[in-house]
């Protein structure tokens, strides 16, 4: 069966500092791969996804990038933290076509 | 653009209650539908995809319909107990999304089984 791994479960962070989430995926291959944002109060929002390695699209302009080294491993990343980047974050998966999307446990980031 | 609105916000009924959940959605050209659920602070729990092409789907005590001309879909639970306190999410795939498998997603309707 396919699972979906995501760490660190939470991560308070100061302002001006870096960041690294990962994500990845077990017991599938060539995944599309996707991360979301849930900021309080809001709905979700796409941020990047990926449909092969190397491959990333950005939805939203931001203080974020995401890279995909290996086909099931997933990284949202900054160079430097802003406040407005707090929120829950979301790694999502699928595979091509007609199918169902399924997330993992996400990351509270709280930028202090 | 397409726009998901869930409604009402929020929900709270007595345990055994069969309850609907419903979703809008502005643009019907959808690849398909999607319901998820959310436990406070986790991620999202697939409950039932809906392609463009059907108009219903079953999974134990829920159903979830599709009208795609009219912009909508609800969220039938029967027998509602505790344990489905959760938000419930919908969410769309958009034309031309089906390489790409892009959701917009709704607001969420939080709902709360009193015992």
């Known amino acids: 069966s396919q699972t979906i791994h995501q760490w660190p479960a939470t991560l308070v962070q100061p302002v001006g500092s870096p960041l690294s989430l990962e994500c990845t995926v077990e017991?599938?291959?060539?995944?599309?791969l996707y991360w979301y944002r849930q900021a309080a109060g809001r709905g979700l929002q796409l941020l990047f996804y990926s449909v092969g390695i190397g491959q990333i699209s950005s939805e939203v302009p931001q203080n974020l990038s995401a890279s995909r080294p290996q086909d099931r491993q997933f990284i949202l990343s900054s160079k430097k933290l802003l406040l407005s980047d707090s929120g829950f974050y979301l790694c999502?998966?699928?595979?091509?076509?007609?199918?169902?999307?399924?997330f993992g446990q996400g990351t509270r980031l709280t930028v202090v | 653009k397409q726009e998901v609105t869930q409604i009402p916000a929020a929900l709270s009924v007595p345990e055994g209650e069969n309850l609907v959940l419903n979703c809008s959605f502005t643009?019907?050209?959808?690849?398909?539908l999607q319901w998820f659920r959310q436990d406070p602070g986790k991620g999202l729990t697939s409950l039932l995809l809906?392609?463009?092409?059907?108009r219903e789907q079953t999974s134990g005590r829920l159903n979830a319909s599709l009208d795609k001309s009219s912009g909508r879909s609800t969220l039938y639970i029967a027998a509602s107990q505790p344990g489905d306190s959760a938000t419930y999410l919908c969410a769309v795939s958009p034309p031309g999304s089906g390489n790409t498998g892009k959701l917009i997603f709704g607001q969420g309707t939080t709902l709360q089984v009193k015992p």
């Open positions: 017991g599938t291959s060539n995944p599309n």
């Open positions: 809906i392609q463009s092409s059907q």
């Open positions: 643009d019907s050209a959808i690849y398909n």
């Open positions: 999502a998966w699928k595979q091509e076509g007609n199918t169902e999307a399924f």
